[in-house]
């Protein structure tokens, strides 16, 4: 999977991370978008290096959604727990 497949991946990750984590996020639509696409390609390289499963190149490979969907929650809960309070 080639670098869009993985932007796109993102993109979706990031959708169904705000989806499970509802709430404002002090970015807004883009920021979490970012996210998304951040936390994806972090959780694919976790999921390579420590956790001995290599992402595969199939964009719908269960696992590999697992980990830019993981990843996607784990910074978008960091990113409130830092940014959150700025915004009323």
Do not use: C, E, Q
């Not at 404002?24 to 978008?33: E, H, L, Q, R, S």
Request: hydrophobic share 55%.
């Amino acid at each position: 999977m080639g670098i869009v497949g993985w932007i796109i991946l993102g993109l979706l990750a990031g959708a169904i991370a705000k989806f499970l984590l509802p709430g404002k996020d002090p970015g807004g639509f883009i920021g979490t978008t970012l996210i998304g696409i951040a936390g994806a390609f972090i959780g694919g390289w976790i999921s390579a290096r420590w956790l001995d499963h290599p992402i595969t190149k199939n964009f719908y490979d269960g696992a590999t959604w697992a980990a830019a969907i993981g990843g996607s929650l784990v910074l978008l809960i960091i990113y409130r727990v830092l940014f959150g309070g700025s915004r009323r």
